[in-house]
């Protein structure tokens, strides 16, 4: 059976942020099914490893903390996450607030100082630009 509806594979209990935890959201599991559920994370897909250095959105660039440009990753990722969610042909996604990758209207700012300003990440991009509609679990709260 096709999956319906990509989310952050954090989101579904994976450990694959930045310092190797999870944001389990099992309210979203619940209202969907996990079966209908396909978990992506594109930072993960694009070869970063887990714990990794956390990375912020720059303009037009994604650097790490540590001034590390990880653009080309977070983009191959993102990349490949959009292939597999189009192979599944998936009409909607529920991604992680606030991420350089997933986050949807509002993004960190590339400070690392928590503060935020209006943007999508990379992933949400590419999912945007081919119609797919994008929320995030804040809505679901
Ligand atoms: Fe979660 Fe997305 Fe970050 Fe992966 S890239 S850990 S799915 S927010």
Redesign the pocket.
Known sequence: MKKKVAI????MGQH???DGRH?LQQQIIDRYGAENLLP?????LGGLPTPRIPAEMQGNKICTQSGTDVTAAFMAGADEALKQAEAAGVQAAI??AK?P??GCGLIYDGSFSGRLVPGDGI?TQKLKAKGIKVSTELDYI
């Open positions: 952050s594979a954090c989101l694959c942020r930045y944001n992506l994370c594109p930072e993960v991604l992680k991420s990758s997933c992933f």
